[in-house]
């Protein structure tokens, strides 16, 4: 994992949606406690073919808030705290992305837009909000679904939140 930059988040309380949904963010029923947390990517290398020309590539695997060091022992799917989830499609919880497959995690108090910086040649976008001391972070999800998964540690703390990158299959918590 690859450390992209921390951002804050006074509330405890955590958006993990789209940005560009037209409805209010979805807000996760998991808790943090407030504070600043590092947010890590998990890269893989995809080669590519254009126009009969090979180049290395790579794509971002995952995206992972870190909220504590503690080894994770489970996880959970990031159910939202609106979500109307029988018990047999928990495992599906996450996110309806876009055409622009595009996924956030931010504080659930009302962050608009600030100071905006590109991270990590264009894959991360931070967005920044001295005022309320908050920050958002965008990154790429799989086109149509995003799955959420909550890392949590031995006391049943968590210790992370982490959404796949496109492609990808499994949880890294």
Known sequence: MEEVTTIRVPSGRLIVDSPWSEEPGREIVARIPPGTYRVEAAWREAPYEHGGEHFDGRECAATRLRVSDDPVVVREAGVGVNDDIGETDVAAAGFHSDSEATGAIADATPTPDGDTEDLCGGWF????????????????VAEGWAQVWIGRTRTGTVASIAVPGQMATTPLA
């Open 125 to 140: 976008e931070k967005s920044s909000n001295q005022g309320l001391a908050a920050d958002v972070i965008a990154f790429d």
